[in-house]
């Protein structure tokens, strides 16, 4: 991964959106990275380099640049995020208000 996706990714516990994965890459080398399967999509429009299971940090940050703003994890993720490793669930639980839409403009 080129360094200034590095940066980014880092400061997101592992996630990046496509908008900033262009910033570094071409439309073309992202697909091929997630072709060769060295990237993986975790939400819309969101990834992260492949490496064992995505961490619930990470799948609470991709879930927020997938949303388009901060999301708080709730329900299983909560626990999950707290320690507590409640049930085996992959889903990733954030609350968002009923009046707020939850995906991007």
Not at 9 to 29: D, I, L, N, P, V
Not at 78 to 91: K, N, P
């Amino acid at each position: 991964m080129r360094q200034p996706l590095r940066d980014i990714a880092a400061a997101q516990h592992g996630a990046f959106s496509t908008a900033q994965a262009m910033s570094c890459y071409s439309r073309g080398e992202l697909r091929a990275l997630v072709s060769s399967g060295r990237w993986e999509a975790v939400f819309t429009g969101t990834y992260r380099v492949k490496s064992g299971r995505p961490s619930p940090i990470l799948r609470l940050s991709a879930a927020g640049l997938s949303i388009g703003r901060e999301v708080p994890a709730c329900l299983h993720t909560a626990a999950e995020l707290h320690g507590f490793g409640v049930l085996d669930d992959t889903a990733t639980h954030v609350a968002v208000r009923p009046d707020e839409a939850c995906a991007p403009d």
